[in-house]
């Protein structure tokens, strides 16, 4: 088994390349017609983990991937967005957004009561209290990591047994990204059956092609240097505003508030300088392939990404993980309603769900797989997710409560 970090990339790099070596190729069109590509580049890594290829369970990879190759690929692809055009996507994007928290909050006590009637010893009392650590489930899926240790430390669960609920979210969340990743690639089919019109992001997805194609250019070394330079100055500025916005939170609110996590503020600034540079004579840098560059990180996240699931942890804490899957089947239910309701389009559906059941490090990930251009709706719903995690999860975990 392969555990050293630098190995684990050169797989990872190997799996990219040859999806994207062979995407083109007429063997192979086919199969990524009914498998999109995007899907590949995380299952591949997902089943080395299963199947005991890599091992990860030391790995550094991903807070490397979170801190550099993230907000890297937030600037980037924020630096020649449209505005007006994500302004214009309407309402029906936070009617998702909104439906995808409902579905986290009531889902947590169905699921809970649905289990308890079949095995009632998942109740428990004390610090061990089912209701106690599935209230920081509820915490990551409405907001993130930051959101989930608050709620580890206002209930109190015992932590020597929190390592099943790691779990549950981890390997439940990804088996739904798997979903959605395929109904990105089939999101017309999808769209067809909600009778969703998606006219609008179709045109904001067309403007952004055409732009990116009116100001291309021939890239020389210092349009590189250029471009990758301001990039990771926007990471690194990040990091030196978010560690000091933690502290100061963290001061005045407690360790424990959302506000006192320096990835919420490496994410708010990373994009908030992406979307300030958009205003300016730096959108032109898109002509050099910011997009596209934004577009690789977002990839090797994705593969980073692959490497948490090992499907055979789903026997790990049976009883949690039923409650995890219909907590999630009743999430995804409940969106699906609504969609067909009111006609949102299944972009809608996918982004203002893992901006609740994954947040920044993966909403704009799913939103990307639709298109590059679509990547700071997904960030920008999550960072509302982030706003809420926390209010959310004390309403889920109260009902919670009422049941155990």
């Avoid at 409902?102 to 699921?111: E, F, Q, R």
Wanted: with cysteine; hydrophobic share 60%.
């Amino acid at each position: 088994m392969i555990s050293d970090d630098r190995i684990i990339f050169g797989l990872l790099a190997a799996v990219l390349a040859f999806v994207f070596a062979t995407r083109g190729r007429a063997g192979w069109a086919k199969f990524y017609t009914f498998v999109p590509i995007i899907l590949v580049c995380y299952l591949v890594p997902s089943l080395m983990v299963t199947f005991g290829l890599i091992d990860v369970s030391e790995s550094q990879l991903w807070p490397a991937a979170k801190d550099y190759f993230l907000p890297a690929a937030l600037f980037l692809m924020t630096l020649s967005i449209d505005m007006k055009g994500i302004i214009g996507l309407g309402a029906k994007a936070l009617i998702m957004f909104g439906t995808a928290t409902l579905g986290i909050i009531i889902g947590g006590p169905i699921a809970l009561w649905t289990v308890a009637q079949f095995d009632p010893s998942i109740i428990g009392t004390g610090d061990t209290a089912a209701w106690r650590g599935l209230a920081t489930l509820a915490g990551s899926w409405i907001g993130g990591g930051a959101n989930q240790t608050a709620m580890l430390e206002v209930y109190g669960y015992d932590e020597s047994r929190y390592a099943a609920l790691i779990a549950v979210d981890i390997i439940v969340a990804n088996i739904w990204m798997v979903f959605l990743l395929y109904g990105a690639g089939a999101s017309e089919r999808v769209d067809r059956w909600l009778g969703a019109d998606s006219s609008a992001i179709d045109r904001l997805r067309d403007k952004m092609a055409n732009y990116t194609a009116s100001v291309e250019r021939v890239a020389s070394a210092n349009d590189l240097v250029l471009l990758l330079g301001a990039t990771f100055a926007v990471v690194g500025l990040s990091h030196l505003v978010g560690t000091g916005l933690e502290a100061f939170f963290a001061d005045l609110l407690g360790p424990e508030s959302v506000l006192a996590s320096s990835f919420f503020w490496v994410v708010v600034v990373a994009t908030t300088l992406g979307l300030g540079a958009s205003f300016t004579r730096a959108r032109d840098l898109e002509g050099v392939g910011a997009s596209k560059f934004g577009t690789v990180f977002i990839f090797m996240l994705v593969a980073i990404i692959g490497t948490k699931m090992n499907i055979l942890q789903l026997g790990d804490a049976p009883g949690f993980m039923a409650v995890g899957l219909i907590w999630m089947l009743v999430h995804v239910i409940l969106l699906l309603a609504v969609a067909k309701i009111i006609r949102a389009p299944f972009f809608f559906v996918a982004v203002g769900s893992k901006a609740n059941v994954g947040g920044a490090a993966s909403a704009p990930v799913v939103a990307a797989a639709f298109h590059p251009a679509l990547a700071p709706v997904g960030v920008l719903l999550a960072v509302l997710g982030y706003a809420v995690g926390t209010y959310g999860a004390i309403i889920c975990a109260e009902m919670m409560r009422a049941i155990g």
